[in-house]
């Protein structure tokens, strides 16, 4: 396995960020699956699960990736073999599930679901500004659901206070979903400045 000791503790801060960037993990049919770090992408890799790709297409296992040249734009973990490339793409080879897309019924989902709009006025606040809404209120019985919350904001949820919108006379921007984001669309919401090389697969999805 790859682990800590095997890297040259130069730069122990730098070293822990080029670890923690994200890598898109991609199946065997060149899918979007998920984003990864770099530290658990090299143990994919170490350990033959997945194949790195290149700005070619072309795949590498671990051998045949710690010998692909680091270029100036990569990022890069010093090794006692020298510098070690890291991988912006990783290719499952034996997996070829497409994941369904469940979004995670989560406060930054919701918000990034209303576009970080006030579903009620339809204002742009900040974000701090913001909060979720019941829309029947749980007091009624409203419960925590993605067809119950919205993204409001403070005086519109003030305003509103205990009371359905129909009882408050305030309309919704929107009748409130479930999202239905693909696993590129949710990847693209989520990181909003990935790396020139996720662009083909992302697109594809
Ligand atoms: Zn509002």
């Not at 130069?10 to 898109?24: A, G, M, Q, T």
């Not at 995670?104 to 809404?133: F, G, I, S, W």
């Not at 984001?181 to 992302?202: K, M, Q, R, Y």
Request: proline share 7%; aromatic share 6%.
């Amino acid at each position: 396995m790859l682990t800590e000791t095997s890297v040259i503790r130069r730069r122990p801060v730098e070293r822990r960020e080029v670890l923690d960037l994200p890598v898109l993990v991609v199946n065997r049919h060149f899918a979007p699956v998920c984003v990864t770090t770099v530290r658990r992408a090299f143990v994919l890799l170490y350990g033959g699960a997945a194949l790195a790709l290149d700005e070619r297409g072309d795949v590498h296992d671990f051998g045949g990736w710690s010998r692909v040249p680091v270029r100036v734009e990569d990022d890069a973990l010093p090794t006692l073999q020298g510098a070690l490339r890291v991988p912006r793409v990783l290719h499952l080879v034996r997996y070829d599930r497409v994941p369904r897309a469940t979004v995670r019924l989560t406060r930054k989902n919701l918000m990034l679901r209303d576009q970080h709009q006030c579903q009620y006025c339809a204002r742009r606040p900040a974000v701090r500004e913001l909060n979720v809404d019941h829309v029947v209120p749980r007091c009624r019985g409203g419960r925590d659901t993605w067809e119950n919350l919205v993204t409001s904001c403070r005086a519109c949820n003030l305003k509103k206070g205990h009371r359905t919108p129909d009882e408050a006379g305030m309309g919704l921007l929107r009748e409130p979903r479930v999202p239905r984001w693909t696993t590129a669309a949710h990847i693209l919401l989520v990181s909003p400045a990935p790396f020139d090389e996720w662009g083909p697969f992302l697109a594809a999805g």
